[in-house]
Structure formats: C-alpha cells, structure tokens
C-alpha cells in the first residue's frame, strides 16, 4: 500500500505476456539464429527514438513531481516558522507587561558595575552514559504502553515532564579561571561594592510560582492553533459543506502516527477495508483517493486545536464560503485580539513598532499558506499528464518487440522485459503520487502529526521565565550590602553557603 514499484508490477507483467505472446506466432523463433531470425525491426534505432522521447516527458513529470512535493513540504514548516515566531515573541513581550513586575527576574542592565567585570559560564551536570541509557529505556516504555495522559483544564500541569526535579541544578557564573588548587582569584575581580561570583538558583516552575497561565496567553495559543488547523483542512481538501473534522488537543498525548496504515484497526475501518488482500488489490487497480473514501479518510485523522473548537466557531468556519475565506476569518480573529489585548496593557512594556513585528510575522506565515494552497490547488497540467500515461501504455506493448527482435535467449528476454517496464512504470507512478502531496494517500504530508508538534511548541510559552534568570551576588563579610536586587533568591542550601563564605574568605 503506497509502494510504486508494487503498482508498477502490473504494467510490467502486461508487457511479459505480450512478449510471450510474440515468441509463440508460428514461425518466430526467439533463439534462431540471427541470419535466419525474421525480425520485426531491423535496428534498435527505430525504437530507441520512441524511448528517448518517452524518458524526456516521463523524467520531465518525475522532476516536477517531486518539486511539487518538496515546496508543499518548504511551505508548511515556512508558515509554522513564522507563526511559531510570532507566539514566542508575543509570550516574550507579555512577561515585559507589569502583571509580572513583582517574579520578574532581575536585569544586568540595571546595574552598571557589572556590565565590564563579570563574564557570565555556567557549571552544567552533564548526563551519564547510564542516565541517557536508562532514558531511553523509559522512552521505549512508554511507547509500548501507549499511555494518554488525561484531559485537563489547564495545559500550564503538562511541562512537568519536561522537568526533572531529580537533579537540582545551581549555576555559577564567573570571569576568573579556576587556579590549580581549585580557587578563583576574586580579589582582581572585585568591583565596588560587588563580587565577581554571581550565584544561580534554579526555579524550575519559570518563576510563574506555580500559577496557571494568564488567560491571554491560553487564549492566543488557541487561536493559534485553530487557525493552523484550519489551514490545514482547507489544504487536504476537506469537503466544503461538511463539517471541518477539527478536535481537542491534550498536550502530553501520542503523536499522530505518520503513516496512516500504522492507525488502529477501529479508526482505518472507518475509510478503508482493514483487508491487507482487498486494500492492496484496490490499490493496485488505482480504485482508491475517490472523494467519499478521502473525506472519510480526514475525519479518521481529525486536526487537533488547543482548548478545542466551540460550536459558534464551527458554526462560522462553516458559513464562511471558500478556503481563503475560513483562514482569513480565523487570522481576522488572532490579529484583533492581539490589537485588543495590546491597547488593554497585555503587552505595556513594549512599544508599539515593536509589537508591529507580530503582524509582519502573522503575514508571512500567510504567505507560506497562500504558496501551498497554490499546490494544493493547482493540479499538475492534464495535457502533458495525458501524454505521459498514453506513452507508458505504448512502451508496454513495444518494449516486448524490441526484446523479441535483438535478445536471442528467451529467459534473458522475459527479464529484461520485466525490468525495463517496471522501471519506467515505477517512475511514472512515483511522479503520480508526488505531485499532488497533500492528498496521496498514503504518502501524503503527515499533517495532523505537525500540527500536534505545533501544538506543544505553542504549549511551551507557558514555560516563564529561564529557570536561571534568577540571581545575587555573594555578600562580603565586612561591607555586606543592605538592599538586595530586585528579583534576587534568598533561599540557598548548606553548599551554596560554604561556597559563598569561602568565596568571602579569598
């Protein structure tokens, strides 16, 4: 199901039968000899002509097939690009807003003697050979068991995983080299009131305290998404007048599996005989990709939208007429509640030709959306298509000629007969199901799957702040200063305190 070469075997074992045919006419005789031979051409030139002729066109189509395939492919992750740029850089301007003025973590800039003493490193707990083993042996496990995690109100419970809290990491940032006894030289690097170590202390939960995502957030993401998967029904041809197969995502879930034979028994019933005898033999026949059996083929993939899709948003993407009118509907939606959001003070800490740039970036993703609806859309031309299928059914029945006349072994003849019209064959089924890359199942775009990938890189603005945005400077025992930096931890175990008093005493 899906391989060229297997659809190829027909075509080829069409021309075997010809040639079987040939060798049994009364009185040709495929291994007299050459003189005594009554050929049917008297030089391969005559075909080769024809050959030539046919591998232009037929190379011609492979060559534009595959182009076809490979900018479809370009154009969704240029549109994800942008897009996902878009969701990161307003999630990086929202945490500028003064809702987050009191867990905002502190600035360099914000004081000037650090600015040309202190060079920032960090002390990293790099992974062992046995935890990357034993890693991947959780991995492997979890795939085996398949587990879903459950639906939840809040997706801000889903990054946990990307935590592990089972090993504690504290940076230590400074500009001196280790000397050979283990010590920095501090004292070069005191200046003013300050020393040269800045300690870290993670927060794992990104500074956020625990707290659930603002609602700005969550519902940006949203409309994200929903546009995202929206584009995506329009470009795999989702019926209009039927309702668009869009449900909820649940961060954490099971990928989509790239290739729709790996489904469940229960969901590819749904579209398709779950006979491996029967599906094949359609396949072969080319009695498969009908308009009914596609439908019922995308609403057996449905594309998943973060906080799912509500019945007067449905009801709106259904009575907006045409593809570009429901995209366009849904970026109508994104772009006035960012407007909306903006002139309330979501985003007051940035200027405004500053939040202009998540237009430009909301635009250019359109842009990649409008190049792949062109694929989409734009079939490959029928003329050369016609004379590409007709010259195929020509080097079937030819082919066995050739052999006939210049092969005088007859087993030799029926292989390279064979391979001949499978090859050519193969090229032309390869140049059919590429050329039209969002609708050949099933070696079409896996798009469910990268929309749930676009889904977490969604998901991940509700991360915070970097973990080790946070910091202070060690106090001196004699001249300690009295007022901390803003945004400084104060909490601390025994081993940052020994460090920090014998950074103190060098």
């Keep these: 199901h ?27 005789d495929i291994a007299a000899p050459a003189a005594e031979k009554e050929r049917l051409i008297g030089h391969p030139y005559a075909v080769g002509a024809l050959l030539a002729a046919f591998s232009f066109l037929i190379v011609f189509r492979a060559n534009f097939a595959y182009a076809r395939f490979w900018e479809a492919c370009q154009q969704v992750h240029q549109m994800h ?88 990491r504290r940076s230590t940032r400074s500009r001196a080299d280790p000397s050979e006894d283990g010590e920095s030289n501090l004292e070069s690097l005191v200046s003013n009131d300050t020393m040269s170590k800045i300690i ?18 969550q519902e940006f993401a949203h409309l994200m998404s929903l546009m995202s998967a929206v584009a995506f029904s329009t470009l795999r041809g989702d019926t209009q007048g039927t309702e668009i197969p869009l449900i909820e995502y649940i961060p954490g879930t099971k990928w989509p599996p790239v290739d729709p034979d790996d489904l469940d028994t229960e969901i590819r019933q749904g579209y398709h005989s779950t006979n491996r005898f029967i599906l094949n033999t359609r396949w072969l026949l080319g009695l ?29 993407l259904m009575n907006a007429r045409g593809p570009s009118a ?9 772009n006035e509640f960012v407007t909306r959001e903006h002139l309330s003070g ?9 939040i202009s740039r998540l237009y430009q970036y909301c635009s250019d993703g359109m842009v990649g959306y409008h190049q792949a609806r062109k694929i989409a859309y734009t079939p490959f031309p029928f003329p050369h298509a016609q004379v590409t299928t007709l010259f195929v059914a020509v080097v079937v029945f030819f082919m066995p000629v050739l052999m006939y006349s210049f092969v005088n072994s007859w087993w030799l003849a029926y292989l390279l007969d064979f391979f001949t019209v499978l090859c050519f064959v193969s090229l032309h089924m390869v140049a059919r199901e590429l050329e039209n890359p969002f609708t050949s199942v099933p070696n079409d775009l896996p798009l469910p799957t990268i929309q749930a990938e676009f889904n977490e890189s969604l998901v991940s603005m509700f991360a915070g702040y970097n973990p080790d945005a946070w910091w202070e400077l060690p106090k001196k025992k004699k001249d300690a200063p009295k007022t901390p930096l803003k945004g400084s931890i104060k909490e601390g175990n025994g081993d940052e305190e020994q460090e920090n008093g014998e950074s103190n005493s060098t």
């Design 81 to 168: 690009s942008k897009w996902s740029d878009m969701a990161t850089c307003l999630a990086a301007f929202h945490y500028q807003s003064s809702l987050y003025s009191k867990i905002r973590p502190p600035a360099f800039g914000q004081h000037e003697n650090l600015q040309h003493d202190i060079q920032l490193g960090r002390e990293l707990n790099p992974c062992s050979p046995d935890e990357m083993r034993a890693q991947l042996d959780d991995m492997d496990e979890r795939e085996r068991k398949e587990t879903f995690i459950g639906q939840v109100t809040r997706p801000i419970r889903l990054l946990s995983p990307m935590i592990d809290k089972s090993r504690p």
């Design 288 to 316: 498969t990709g009908g308009r009914k059996e596609r439908v019922l083929y995308n609403a057996a993939r449905p594309l998943r939208v973060l906080g799912g899709v509500s019945d007067a948003e449905m009801h709106m």
């Design 2 to 28: 899906g391989s060229a070469v297997i659809k190829a075997i027909i075509p080829a074992a069409v021309s075997v039968l010809v040639l079987y045919g040939v060798m049994h006419i009364p009185g040709f």
């Design 200 to 217: 870290s202390v993670s927060r794992l939960d990104g500074g956020l305290q625990g707290a659930e995502p603002s609602l700005f957030l």
């Design 346 to 354: 979501s985003t007051d800490g940035v200027a405004a030709p500053i």
């Design 326 to 334: 429901k995209v366009a509907l849904c970026s109508l939606w994104l």
